[in-house]
């Protein structure tokens, strides 16, 4: 295994004798915990009395975890079972009042976790998004399977020495999103957020 990054996000009121209770706040596909998650999310829930905790998926940000920048749906459910792991070792979090907040793929994947993780008491979604939805349809006109034979291909080609491809989530601008037809609106306000300075981070 490897080292989940998290940030955590106190009241300003904190006093370490007592118990409060405690929020894991899970940020979007190909986002990081400086972003939405924790900046947003986990300063603002901090302010209104929770123990907050935003952390990197594993394989993003400043987790660990091998190839870099996957996203991996079924190693996102379990990062949350992690993070409530360590929650529990902390004196000041009531380990019976855990909670999620997921924010756009974060929020699909916490309503995942929520279903087998016991010591999730409290689940909220902002903008939740289904990855797996997303992957088959896509945001414009998408071809299954021919995205399958090119990530066959791919992957042959990285194992005969290629170099690694990554790809962005998110084109590198609102006119670069207009340019390439990307009018669908969650894409396009997503883009104005992580494309510009208040929303970028560096390793988001």
């Not at 940020?27 to 900046?39: L, V």
């Not at 855990?98 to 999730?120: D, P």
């Not at 080609?157 to 790809?167: Q, S």
């Amino acid at each position: 295994y490897w080292d989940i990054a998290a940030d955590i996000y106190f009241p300003d009121d904190f006093n370490s004798e007592k118990k409060y209770p405690a929020i894991i706040s899970a940020h979007p596909i190909g986002s990081c915990k400086e972003q939405t998650s924790g900046s947003v999310y986990g300063a603002a829930l901090a302010k209104a009395g929770f123990i907050v905790i935003a952390f990197d998926a594993s394989f993003q940000g400043s987790s660990g975890g091998e190839p870099r920048y996957l996203e991996d749906p079924t190693m996102r459910v379990k990062d949350f079972s992690i993070v409530v792991d360590y929650l529990t070792t902390l004196p000041y979090v009531d380990a019976g009042r855990i909670g999620v907040l997921g924010i756009c793929g974060g929020g699909g994947y916490a309503i995942n976790a929520a279903m087998t993780e016991r010591r999730i008491k409290a689940i909220g979604t902002v903008t939740g998004a289904n990855y797996g939805r997303l992957m088959r349809e896509g945001f414009t006109a998408f071809n299954p399977i021919g995205a399958l034979e090119a990530m066959a291909q791919q992957r042959t080609d990285e194992a005969n020495g290629a170099k690694l491809r990554v790809d962005d989530l998110l084109p590198s601008s609102p006119e670069a999103a207009l340019e390439a037809g990307l009018t669908e609106i969650d894409l396009f306000e997503a883009t104005e957020y992580y494309r510009s300075p208040r929303g970028c981070a560096p390793n988001g």
